[in-house]
């Protein structure tokens, strides 16, 4: 439950900092906006996979319990691969919205009156 949740907020939240972006910042390229709006979300989960496979390979062997430290090591490693793929996932969503929004949204005419 918490993972799919956890997809569904990193795939949901680049789109409408996609969007959001896209429309603000004209300047910016379409990968900057794509990288920028995938990456909230997926940085939040890097810090816990860190720090259970670093907590899995500090620990003492006789600490690990009858199953070992193999479980907190996987938890971490399928953690990052979550991360890795929803990151990747929202970047190339978000560089769609880019396009479809900088497509539909005529070029603003350069309209000041002091130059």
């Known amino acids: 439950m918490l993972t799919q949740l956890y997809v569904l ?7 409408v900092l996609a969007w959001g972006l896209g ?11 794509a990288l920028w709006s995938a990456s909230p979300i997926p940085a939040t989960a890097v810090i ?23 479980s907190e090591m996987n938890v971490g490693l399928v953690l990052l691969a979550v991360t890795g793929s929803v990151f ?4 190339i969503l978000a560089f769609a919205i ?18």
């Open 48 to 70: 816990p996979g860190f720090a259970f496979i670093g907590y899995a390979s500090t620990v003492a062997p006789e600490n690990c319990g009858p199953v070992g430290c193999e």
């Open 9 to 15: 907020l990193g795939i949901g939240i680049p789109l």
């Open 98 to 115: 880019v396009a479809i929004v900088r497509r539909a949204t005529p070029e603003k005419a350069d309209m000041d009156v002091f130059e």
């Open 23 to 33: 429309r603000s910042k004209p300047d910016w390229s379409k990968r900057k906006v």
């Open 88 to 91: 990747v996932i929202g970047a």
